[in-house]
């Protein structure tokens, strides 16, 4: 079972998110947008891992209080197009606490350094200047109320984002 643990957004962040994804086509963005239903913040990548249940207790243990978080800037990584997040002392400590529990708990997960953005495109094209695209970058801030152990399997369209449980 491929696993990771998400933020998964409220209405107002995902209609400024999917108003972006929709103002870059018509500027002539070509690739594979992310589908509204699958947006969302990684915290930690933990990938083929048989036991959901031992995650969900993993983050379960782990403290966590309501936080606020706020869309701030969009970003290229190779023809990957993102949608960054401000910068958030509590988002920061909570994955810091997340993935030490994840470890202390012998549960794999991607341990590259947690940079917050959210997947737009992939394996994108623009003929364009960046700066084109990068001029009206999306508003929205949201209450984080709770976290998602989500799994991912691919079906005949993409992949599809299942919810496993959450704290």
């Known amino acids: 079972m491929r696993l990771f643990v998400a933020i998964e957004f409220d209405e107002e962040i995902l209609q400024a998110l999917t108003k972006l994804q929709s103002e870059w086509k018509v500027l002539g963005v070509r690739g594979n947008f992310t589908p509204a239903q699958n947006l969302h913040l990684t915290l930690a990548f ?4 048989g036991n959901p249940n031992s995650v ?10 309501p936080f606020s978080i706020s869309l701030d800037g969009i970003g290229t990584f190779r023809d990957i197009y993102w949608a960054g997040i401000s910068e958030n002392v509590a988002l920061s400590n909570y994955v810091r606490r997340l993935r030490r529990t994840l470890a202390e708990n012998n549960i794999p997960y991607d341990r590259k350094r947690f940079s917050p953005h959210i997947t737009l495109v992939r394996r994108a094209e623009f003929n364009g200047s960046i700066e084109e695209l990068i001029k009206n970058p999306p508003n929205g801030e949201m209450e984080v109320k709770s976290v998602s152990l ?3 399997t691919r079906g005949k369209s993409g992949m ?6 959450g704290v």
């Not at 599809?160 to 449980?165: E, F, H």
């Open 46 to 49: 933990i990938g083929e891992y």
């Open 56 to 65: 969900l207790e993993a983050m379960n243990s782990v403290s966590f209080a």
């Open 150 to 152: 989500m799994s991912s």
């Open 160 to 165: 599809i984002y299942t919810k496993i449980g």
